[in-house]
């Protein structure tokens, strides 16, 4: 096990969460824009007008801002906190995906270079060439979506991986192919509103209202279809997972999905009034209003997959805590649960002093706060305010003793969405030692 990241009044998988949800905003925008670039730009030379392509020129440098400055940043900011929050399980993906997320660098590096090929090169190379360039930067960007989003499928529904290990076998797995199709479609429709974003400020007012039509019903088609597509990744659900969503489990959950239709009928709607019917009303202010509920909804719906897929990281396979659940075979791999659950937990921080390896009445609080740190810091905030508070949490189930707390530690597997609590009994009561402290400390 590798040391835990702690977040103050957060947790380490929201931090991941919410820089995650920012990142679709410009990635997305980077695969669905050029589709509809190429079509304004095709549209500018077969009817022979050049003013169209004042657009072109404006929604391509947003898109190289945007995306490959706020983008790539935030890219890597889910990379550097993914790492630091759960390093086995970044691992476990590497481990199985690493030629998969290899070939997406590849397609990434051929975004970057056509992207300013693309931008630098218009009106200073021939039609033919400058629309293949474009054409070349939009089918590697859905590429490397295509590739992607094997991966993070996979995270919710490994298929037939957990029997075989094959690469393919969790790739194509069983809501691979309704997440691909709802993300293109989505992507159509965050490309739109930017696209209207980029319209309500073009000059040339007949260019500006017929951009805003086109980018109008291309955004509306976009949801449209992409929430057809939702609707089936809904259904193609594991069992467990529509029970937390649709059956009370978790009531947020439902509440998410609530808040992501609802933004996006608004997101909808703002498309047919003011991108079709009434393009002359669309405006900056009002474009910029509609793409912050945008955010909400995808803020929303990022988090209502991320939350249907608990207590894992890697359904059926490695728990949020990331301490693997399950055996194997295929790849050598057996579960750790019984066997720390024999020889302790604290057995496997190698970086642990001496001093704290074995518990004592000196050390217990110290070693209690380590073990729920691990097992416990990856979801719930350990200050008394914040999200997912656990002190707010604990006082609200009314547990208070060390033994009380250790009781409830041993009994967590019986909630469904949460990991069972790793370790010996020892462990266990120095854990809900450290956990009354907190109960106590914040009334």
Sequence with gaps: MYPIWVVPYLSSALVIGLIASFHILPSHLAVGAFWFNVYIERKAYREGRPELLSFIRRYTLLILIFCFVFGSLSGVGIWYSATVSSPRGISALIHNYVWGWATEWVFFLIEVATI?????????????????????????????????????????????????????????????????????????????????????TLKEREVAREVTRLAGAWGLFGLILGALFGYWWLKKLPPEAQDLLFGGTLPYLSTLLKVAAISGGIVGLYFLVFGILFPRLNHVPLALLTLIVLFLGILSGEGLREGVRRPYIINGFMYSHQVIGADLPAKGIVSEVEVLNEKGYLSRLGYLPPELKTITEKNRLSVGRILVAH???????????????????????????????????????????????????EERLAAGAYLSTLVKENP
């Design 116 to 200: 300013y090929t693309y931008y630098y090169t218009l009106g200073k190379v021939d039609e033919r060439t400058h629309l293949r360039i474009g054409y070349l930067y939009a089918l590697s960007a859905w590429i490397s979506m295509i590739i992607i989003t094997g991966i993070l499928a996979f995270m919710l529904t490994p298929g037939k991986w957990l029997e075989t290990g094959r690469f393919f076998d969790g790739f194509f797995n069983p809501t691979y192919w309704p997440q691909l199709g709802a993300r293109t479609f989505f992507m159509f429709g965050i490309a739109g509103l930017y696209a209207l974003l980029i319209a309500a």
């Design 375 to 425: 097992e416990c810091a990856n979801c719930h905030a350990l200050s008394p305010k914040g999200l997912r508070s656990l002190p707010r949490l604990l006082r609200g189930l009314g547990l208070k003793t060390p033994e009380d707390l250790a009781g409830f530690l041993e009994g967590l597997d019986g909630y469904p969405y949460m990991p069972p609590f790793v370790g010996t009994q």
